[in-house]
């Protein structure tokens, strides 16, 4: 049955930055895009991964006592795992005493999950919260996604997807079907770049923006702003201007600055996060940003 | 989240950005909402506690002279009396609200006749790195000569340790349980509205009619009762006869004044001194002052925990308020000056000194009165009114150690009000705390108490609630849940001692299963419980007969139609509480012997035993495990929260209704205030992964980092537990301030507490992490696995970073700081 299922990589609750109100944002396993500052490494593989953090190891070698496949190897520098020999079958994360090993990402039913989310309910109703489903890519888990959007519709809950657009346009719009709100983000504006840097062509992103907004969907445009690589008037120009002459409800814009801090979790899974094109924007690059968007009548803000 | 119109990425709100707050003045004196009020608060912040024996040489004079003479009650109130003639006054420059219980701010008295300080109680006290109190060498030495040689062996201390059982003596040295009277009157005590609507006159007539009813043939109590109507009746003309002293010298200082401003103040304060307490009051100032002298005279006749409280002061002032805003005769900014005065008033009284065990117990400053806002009225209406507001900005812009305020949230309380007050938390100065009245009525109607008693009702102290000015309800002592648990597994032998300090409860070897353990928990529960109670109800008779208040009974309804001490009874409503500390450590250590040696059998009972013996040294890895595969209270997991329901309702079975000696009885609290600081110092290693010595869980809180699901999923665990069948339950919840940076923010937190209102909750508290507390982080981070930090699109617990990222969040945090 697990094929059908996606992976969850973090349930996160007290959610007050992705939607309305107090919310429990779910965390979908995998992306099509592999954009180069995630936040999120670990969302990008729809595969389960082992994260490693160095420091929180005692060096009890009882993962390397339980690996069946001999992939848990004791060095100077702590575990290291063989890439080529390990299944991800998380023994190691089972015999690990103190978190150092972790597997990221779990199987949850439907009904599992609408048990966590039924939990949250008297937060909800106080905030005007609801469910975020996130990730990763939301999209790539359509009918389970549906099944979960309903699930909570028929609860009446508020439902937010955050989506990077990417994905089958007949899928987003069955969504916006049963989503309250979009969160939808947007890089870059010129293909190349968004290219470069996210691994994709934002043609698609961008014509699913337009269907959505035709399809009357409420959207909050989030920007990851990024100093040096995104920040620039031209880029900001472009997207305000494609924003809007968006039909349909005129959504807002939302400007997440870029901070560094995710260079924590790339060790983690053995990578190395290459930020050197990009930096933390500043006051006056944000104050830019959303000062371009009210010259367009859009109303932007900065958060997180 | 800001609009493009009002952009500031800046997040940090000048105290002068929004409601009626003041700018900073560019002043060096401090905060304050002008020159009197800085300069009033920095003498009071900046003035070193001291001791003064005044009120000591009074008495032992006064009880030299007079001991034998009279009844009890009325040498109690004629020495009451004594010390309000000759006690040194002071009124000090800049102030509106006089009197102090020493001769001087900050000038603490002691009460040899509960504790006499020895002297070398003195030079500790004089040179201790905390909490010192000053005292010169001549006083130690008049105190020796004068003081200490009369009470030798006569004090209440002494009555009560030397007489209490070696069981008690045994539990009580090894830590299970702390005894509050040892050391101060049985307090706690808060008051109603009835000393805004009668003034000491008022009383004296009462009394006058209550003796003039006194059935002598047909009453054995009568003279009992007519010695102590007597006795309050002394006690309200010292009170009188204190303020007209003040009275007088109001007016012999704008004799010599000056300037002219000041003699209008000092007439203006001589009147009100005159018209207070012997009248109702008038006048907002006058109320003020009318509670003022009512809280130094009972925390100058005796020294009650807690020192005293007004209750709902804002509810009490408000139709005062609104009749002379009305009349033009009072300016919001005179009440908020006159309600600064009386803040600093509060600030200027620090806690007597605490020795022994009690001062490791209870070591601050801090003597707890806690100003009670908002919350609903006696008759179930909004009781939030311009008042509360004026606090919440007082408490803004002073930031003093005390009085503590506590905020009281009802589903009829404004979101304004919930908002303002939040934004007062987001300070992080650690108050207000916020308060469920919509819980804690019920909580007081399940003891007993009318509907409307209830309704009155609020917190004094820490967290448990009483009947506002209608009952003596009496903390008798924490009692370390964990230990308790400790003496299970030590089949009643102190670990840390080698002594017998708990009851048998048999071989922890010995226990075949889950059941078996925690049955002889339960058993070692009742022991101790029994041994704490049965010398509890000897105490209680001892203040009734050696060291009543009649003043304090006065103005406690029903003292005076029963006749009756606030210590025997005489107050309306007559309530012991234990307080319980640790729910969290025992809960926790209760399930890592539950999962991993009965269930999934990782470990054998003698190993995990051995390893809490040795204080897991060389056990990193069985520690680890029970630390990260443990389920903990703390995160909406029916495994750890049906453990702690479990105790819960052992705690109340053992405690709740056990008869006291007012023919009432002893009710269940969960409350810890620093007590699980000096637990925690008294035990060896837990089960859970606890290292000994360290702190145990606070209240009702998770252990220290045990909640890592957020503070949803520790709102979720906590009201699990049936908060009605308590006096009050404590959460702490740390936050840090990157999760209350916007308004929205701020909205959040109002509607996370309204969540834990809406299911159930008592109180909660919001700890506003600082840097020191993310730099202890790195130091011990175990203990701070629930710090999280969050921005957009991204999490981490702060454990999981490494050391350059959490230097980044520390940098952030001073920041971020407000």
Redo the contacts between chains.
Sequence with gaps: MSESLPLIFDI???S??DGP??RLTIFFKGCPLNCRWC??PESLSMRTQKLY?R??C?V?G?CVKACPNQACLLSKGGIVTDAERCQTCGTCAKVC???ATEMSGRFYSVAELMGIIE??I??F???G?GVTFSGGEPLMHTPFLLELLKACGERQLHRAVDTSGYGKTADLVAIAEQTDLFLFDLKLMDAELHRKFTGVDNSLILDNLKALATAGAQIEIRV?LIAGLNDDRQNLEQMATFVAQLPGPRPTL?F?PF?N?????YPKLGQIYDISEMAVPG?KR??QA??I??AHGL?????? | ????ER?K??PQRKAAAEGNFYPELNSSLGPGMNPRIQRLRKLSVETEPSLSIERALHETAFYRENYGKYSIPVLRALNFLDHCQKKTLYIGADELIVAERGPRPKAVPTFPELTCHSVEDFHVLNTRDQQRYTISAEDIETYAREVIPYWQGKTMRERILNHVPQEWQAAYEAGLFTEFMEQRAPGHTALDGQIYRKGMLDFKAQITTEIAALDYLNDPEATDKFEELKAMDISCDAVILFAERHADLAEEMAAKETDPQRVVELERIAAVCRRVPAHKPETFHEAIQMYWFVHLGTITELNGWDAMNPGHFDQHLTPFYAKEIAAGSLSREQAKELLCCFWIKVNNHPAPPKVGITARESGTYNDFTNINIGGITGEGRNGVSEVSYLMLEVIEELHVLQPGSSVHISSKTPERFLNAACKVIRQGHGYPSIFNPDVYTVELMRQGKSLRDAREGGCSGCIEVGAFGKEAYVLTGYLNVPKVLEMTLNNGIDPVTGKQAGMASGDPLGFKNYTELYAAFRRQLNYIVETKVRVSNYIDRMFAKYAPAPFLSVVIEDCISKGKDYYDGGPRYNTNYIQCTGLGTTTDSLAALKKHVFEDQTFGLDQLLAAVANNFEGE??????I???TPFFGN?DDFADEIALQVYADLLEAIDGKPNVKGESFHLNMLSTTCHIYFGKVMGATPNGRFAGKSISDGTSPSHGADT?????V??SLTKLDHTMSGGTLLNQRFLPS?LKRD??I??LG??V??YF??GGHHIQFNIIDTATLKAAQESPEDYRDLL????????YFN???AD?QQ??IERTENEAF
């Design positions: 996160k609750r007290y007050i930055n109100g107090i936040h999120n953090t420091s929180k005692i009890c009882e005493p103190s978190l939990n949250e008297p937060f109703d106080q905030s919260g990851p939302s997440l901070h801090v995710a260079e924590n979790k006051t944000l104050q959303v000062d968007c009210a109303i932007a803000s900065v958060g997180g | 989240m800001e609009t493009t952009l990425i800046d990193e890895f069985l520690r680890q495990t630390l990260n595969k909406d699901h957020g503070p949803s999923a709102i979720r999760l929205e923010d909205a959040r509607q996370l309204r969540s809406t299911l930090v969050r921005m957009a699109g991204y999490s981490d999981d970073m490494n990222l980044e969040v």
